[in-house]
């Protein structure tokens, strides 16, 4: 089985919409404010205490969906201008090249979306998915992109990428690869270390003719990224 059908199997965003809900239930159930949250539930951390071997399939989905790993964030899209006179430009499909800062469709008409991003060079998340990084990819920091709409090609995607941390330079990706239907972009450890002592490290995509408009961003915080004790990215 290959990795990307074992993303597809564990990242259900209606199963995961579903547990939320009924959380919610719960919640409101209880009184004098008990309620616990879901990332307060997963406080655990039952990476830590038990075997990769040992996690369950419900373990491994959280791992993979909502944990300091991955985020699952919103992708602000160009939004189809609806109507056109006969003799206007024709609109370009969602996620392709425009002209123009924001392309054909204003900056402010865009349609959000959802997409997970995970950072897959991780420990834990490598023993989630049984993969191994390809040899090009040693000393690097390995962020995927699963669930993205549109046409984009890796030059494209590697010019209006970047990975950042408070007060420090941000870094574009040495590589930009696809596995399947997941987009890979590899930033370097060297050129960036980070530590515990960096907070809102972020991983931004930016599109448009001169890579104004924001297409998702993702926020991790390194000091919560800790697997048996020592951090893992």
Known sequence: MSID???????SFSAMFSRRKALGAVCSALAGGLCVSRLSLAA?????????????AAEIEQLLSSSPWAKQVTAQYRAAMGDRRPDA???????ETRVGECGLVPCGEVTPGTAMVTWESALPIREA???TMPPEYN??????????AGEYTTDGLKTGSELSAKGRVPLQPGMVGRRNSTLLFAFSREMLPLSAADKDV???????????ATLLRAT???KDMTYHGLMAL
């Open 5 to 11: 059908t074992d993303l597809a199997g564990f990242l």
């Open 44 to 56: 655990a951390r039952f990476w830590d205490s038990k075997p990769a071997a040992q996690w369950t």
């Open 89 to 95: 430009e024709p609109v370009q499909g969602r996620g």
């Open 129 to 131: 998915l049984h993969s």
């Open 139 to 148: 000393g690097h920091y390995v962020i995927s992109i699963r669930g993205l």
């Open 202 to 212: 972020q991983f931004t995509v930016h599109t448009g003719a001169s890579l104004s």
């Open 220 to 222: 991790f915080s390194p």
